[in-house]
T-cell receptor, first 112, second 113 residues
């Protein structure tokens, strides 16, 4: 079955710097890769996603890149702000309306 | 509109007891998922419903866990003879038919003493 690895487990950056979180997946049939942000005690919230027919997607300060050959995808946050501090999870799935396989999470801390 | 809701928000029970956790998906969402999240980990898939039927229950850890969705809307996750290792946050998510985006509920924090 699918396996998703995520690095780093923790990331500390200064406000205004960029943050990059990387994930790898094992199932070459996976075709949908969402990123969720989870604040302490709250529900996971989708912040950006990418499908396998696209190499990059941007939404304001957030971007995701996908390398299907290497089975890597990454989250990039530019101009980080203290409110970006949270745990970020990557995930992968094979089909529409199918279970998500999550990475182990990255705790991002943005210091003012 | 209203998001995914889950009740109770917290449940404390004793080892060996039976518990039920409820999920109300977003209206019109035909797909419903249950995940379990242990401290410091990502959500782990348990079961997925498409309408009333369980399309994939491969994540249920053992036969103490069971879930139903009798009318294709509300779902109940049932855990028999609870064990301390069942302590976790149980998350529910829903999505439209054919859609990828899963919307999560706030979770039920289950503590087994």
């Amino acid at each position: 079955g699918e396996n998703v690895e995520q690095h780093p487990s923790t990331l500390s950056v200064q406000e205004g710097d960029s943050a990059v979180i990387k994930c790898t997946y094992s199932d070459s049939a996976s075709n949908y890769f969402p990123w969720y942000k989870q604040e302490l005690g709250k529900r996971p919230q989708l912040i950006i996603d990418i499908r396998s027919n696209v190499g990059e997607k941007k939404d304001q300060r957030i971007a995701v890149t996908l390398n299907k050959t290497a089975k890597h995808f990454s989250l990039h946050i530019t101009e980080t702000q203290p409110e970006d501090s949270a745990v970020y999870f990557c995930a992968a799935t094979r089909y529409n309306t199918d279970k998500l396989i999550f990475g182990t999470g990255t705790r991002l801390q943005v210091f003012p | 509109g209203a998001g995914v809701s889950q009740t109770p928000s917290n449940k404390v029970t004793e080892k060996g007891k039976y518990v039920e956790l409820r999920c109300d998906p977003i209206s019109g969402h035909t797909a419903l998922y249950w995940y379990r999240q242990s401290l410091g980990q990502g959500p782990e898939f348990l079961i997925y419903f498409q309408g009333t039927g369980a399309a994939d229950d491969s994540g249920l850890p053992n036969d103490r866990f069971f879930a139903v969705r009798p009318e294709g809307s509300v779902s109940t996750l049932k855990i028999q003879r609870t064990e301390r290792g069942d302590s976790a946050v149980y998350l529910c998510a829903s999505s439209i038919q054919g859609g990828n985006e899963q919307f999560f509920g706030p979770g039920t924090r289950l503590t087994v003493l």
